[in-house]
């Protein structure tokens, strides 16, 4: 079966630092991969989305970046840190097949509070 | 991509049927309706997805008119643990890559 793993669960982080957030998926190849934030209280916002090994599009021009260095690993990345940054962020994953790849699946998401 | 326009919240009693209605006026025509729970502090869950007509599964139904510019998440004798946010999403499932976006849904409030 497949699983996303998505850590840390909880971050807290000075503003101007960097910032690393992985995200693995195990038992499925080649999938699409989505890179989502979420303020409190409100909808999801989708950040960058990858159909591929090195292919990201963003969706929202910021202070962050995305990579995929491997066909299931997703990283979000940031080199110096906002405090309008923190919220709920969450890595996610659908299947590339057609009639199916709209369909996601969420890691646990990572908190993260930037002081 | 196609703009979805459901209600903010909704509140209702176990027990009870819950309709939420969402509107899609510009679907297109290789666009598929998805709907997604969401508890606090945890990632969005598929419930079920659909293109016509009506669709069922163990959690839920999926009502979609002929002209497909609306849709109605039926959850059927809702309890205490449905309190949610729920999002319904128009996306191209036609091609094998998608991007997926997300709403504001409507938050279901339900009640003892």
């Known amino acids: 079966s497949q699983t996303i793993h998505q850590w840390p669960a909880t971050l807290v982080q000075p503003v101007g630092s960097p910032l690393s957030l992985e995200c693995t998926v195990e038992?499925?190849?080649?999938?699409?991969l989505y890179w989502y934030r979420q303020a409190a209280g409100r909808g999801l916002q989708l950040l960058f989305y990858s159909v591929g090994i090195g292919q990201i599009s963003s969706e929202v021009p910021q202070n962050l970046s995305a990579s995929r260095p491997q066909d299931r690993q997703f990283i979000l990345s940031s080199k110096k840190l906002l405090l309008s940054d923190s919220g709920f962020y969450l890595c996610a994953w659908s299947v590339r097949s057609l009639g199916r790849n709209t369909e996601a699946f969420f890691g646990q998401g990572t908190r993260l509070t930037v002081v | 991509l196609a703009k979805t326009t459901q209600p903010i919240s909704m509140d209702s009693y176990e027990g009870q049927e819950v309709n939420i209605t969402c509107s899609h006026n510009n679907i297109a025509t290789n666009d598929y309706i998805t709907w997604y729970q969401q508890f606090p502090s945890q990632g969005p869950r598929f419930i079920i997805q659909?293109?016509?007509t009506k669709v069922t599964n163990e959690v839920a139904s999926l009502f979609i008119p002929a002209d497909r510019k609306s849709s109605t998440l039926s959850l059927p004798r809702v309890s205490l643990s449905d309190t949610a946010v729920y999002y319904c999403?128009?996306?191209?499932?036609?091609?094998?890559?998608?991007?997926?976006?997300f709403g504001s849904g409507t938050r279901l409030s339900i009640r003892p």
């Open positions: 659909g293109y016509k």
């Open positions: 999403l128009v996306g191209d499932a036609g091609s094998s890559a998608s991007k997926i976006i």
């Open positions: 038992g499925t190849s080649n999938p699409n």
